[in-house]
């Protein structure tokens, strides 16, 4: 089910040629800046993975992987990756990397379940990263400080957009606000998690929210998480599950909260039983990945995605996805988008 959102006397700041020019500076300037802060280098990533090895991400853990047979492999299943979440892990094994190094790449995705409206797309396209850590960095604080390192090339990203376009003003705040998701529902008790983000993104102009995945007090998830990858159950020194969280920006021209990133530091072997065993997903031990995780011949990280399309869509204040990333889209949303002045590329 499709869902558009119509700012009222919305204009495109800047005209196609512009656009393209302006996605083109924007990802080569940002990952740069990215592989600096978390000295991260470049690798080449799949399209698509073997399936029942456990290494595609299971998402919520219901979309559904558009998949194919391979006829010279005797049909054997592949499918395309939803993310490269646990197949970074591996690669951090096979290329022997030292703590406090990683890899980034670029990943495209297609997740035909996605519905699709300003801020969804079929197609997804995002910086996957990913970084060897030790058994003490295992903590809120080191995770805060990733996030802020992220963060700070975000910034500069933003600056650097401004100095291209001077139409286009700076609007992120120059400190990022951390909050729990259980501190959050306390806060916002009568608003959907939705409703929360919007309010408290809104409010400081640039969010990081943690504990995505876990229970909260009144029972309920903030977002649904896969089990087997971020760990959303270890108890931090506040008291609080979570070692993972989305990093959130206000929206200006859609008057909402906005997603860039997901990240967190990944289970260890503790963590994966314990949330797999929440899940009623025990079974998944038998597989690839997660014999490998339980037989310590993967290195303890932290990972996460920031979203490509998303970061150009709001840096350079566009109202649609589909105004930054060639895809498919209902034809009824195409007309109401040109009438809208969001052309759809």
């Avoid at 809120?140 to 992220?150: A, G, Q, S, T, Y």
């Amino acid at each position: 089910m499709s869902y558009l959102i119509k700012p009222q006397g919305y204009r495109p700041l800047l005209d196609l040629k512009q656009t393209e020019l302006g996605i083109k500076q924007i990802k080569e300037f940002f990952q740069m800046n990215l592989s600096s802060e978390l000295r991260l280098r470049r690798v080449t990533a799949p399209l698509f993975v073997l399936k029942g090895m456990g290494i595609n991400d299971d998402l919520n853990g219901i979309e559904r992987p558009v998949a194919f047979p391979i006829k010279d492999m005797g049909d054997v299943t592949a499918e395309v990756v939803h993310s490269l979440a646990k197949w970074k892990r591996l690669t951090l094994a096979d290329y022997n990397i030292e703590p406090g190094y990683g890899i980034y790449t670029d990943m495209n995705a297609i997740r035909p379940d996605e519905e699709m409206g300003n801020l969804h797309s079929l197609y997804v396209d995002q910086w996957d990263w990913e970084r060897v850590i030790t058994a003490k960095d295992r903590s809120i604080d080191f995770l805060k400080e990733i996030v802020n390192r992220i963060y700070a090339a975000m910034v500069r990203t933003e600056y650097m957009v401004y100095e291209m376009y001077p139409q286009i003003k700076p609007c992120l705040p120059e400190e990022l606000h951390f909050i729990h998701s259980e501190e959050l529902l306390q806060l916002y008790p009568d608003l959907t998690s939705k409703g929360r983000e919007d309010a408290i993104a809104k409010k400081y102009g640039a969010v990081f929210i943690i504990g995505i995945g876990g229970k909260l007090s009144d029972g309920t998830k903030h977002d649904g998480r896969a089990p087997d990858y971020d760990d959303y159950t270890t108890l931090g020194k506040n008291g609080l599950s979570g070692l993972n969280g989305d990093l959130l920006v206000w929206n200006d021209v859609l008057q909402r909260s906005l997603e860039l990133s997901s990240m967190g530091i990944r289970v260890n072997k503790e963590a994966l039983v314990k949330q797999l065993k929440e899940e009623g997903e025990e079974q998944r031990l038998e597989l690839y990945f997660h014999k490998r995780l339980m037989e310590d011949t993967l290195p303890l990280s932290i990972g996460g995605g920031i979203g490509q399309s998303r970061l150009c869509m709001f840096y350079l204040r566009k109202a649609h996805i589909g105004e930054i990333q060639a895809s498919i889209w209902p034809e009824e949303m195409r007309k109401e988008c040109y009438e809208l002045n969001m052309p759809l590329i």
